[in-house]
Nanobody, 123 residues
Framework: QVQVVESGGGLVQAGGSLRLSCTAS????????MGWFRQAPGKEREFVAS????????LYADSVKGRFTISRDNGINMVFQQMNSLKPEDTATYYC????????????????WGQGTQVTVSS
């Protein structure tokens, strides 16, 4: 029911920045919880950040606190993730997620997912 598309990945050097964008398209007026997950080769998908429908509350994985910022356009289901001070261990495919319930660590399934955007951080 929801089409999710993310973009903004790329190749950067350690210490650099990227800004990811995601749009969850729907014909309804529902505002979704939205978030970002990532999966590196050979590793499980992990929670990165999430934001409530109002945009007033955010949640971050410990590994990205202070470096990543999630935000949204509160008028539509569009979310951004500013990633600063990138580290090689941030290298992964980043997936945008939209769902009707809160997105928290351990909730790696559920809702609607984008196809992913690749982030590669060189050492």
């Amino acid at each position: 029911q929801v089409q999710v598309v993310e973009s903004g990945g790329g190749l950067v050097q350690a210490g650099g920045s990227l800004r990811l964008s995601c749009t969850a398209s729907t014909r309804t007026s529902i505002r979704y919880y939205m978030g970002w997950f990532r999966q590196a080769p050979g590793k499980e998908r992990e929670f990165v950040a999430s934001i409530t429908p109002s945009g007033r509350t955010t949640l971050y994985a410990d590994s990205v606190k202070g470096r990543f910022t999630i935000s949204r356009d509160n008028g539509i289901n569009m979310v951004f993730q500013q990633m600063n001070s990138l580290k090689p261990e941030d290298t992964a495919t980043y997936y945008c997620n939209a769902r009707s319930v809160n997105i928290v660590p351990g909730s790696e399934t559920g809702g609607s997912w984008g196809q992913g955007t690749q982030v590669t951080v060189s050492s």
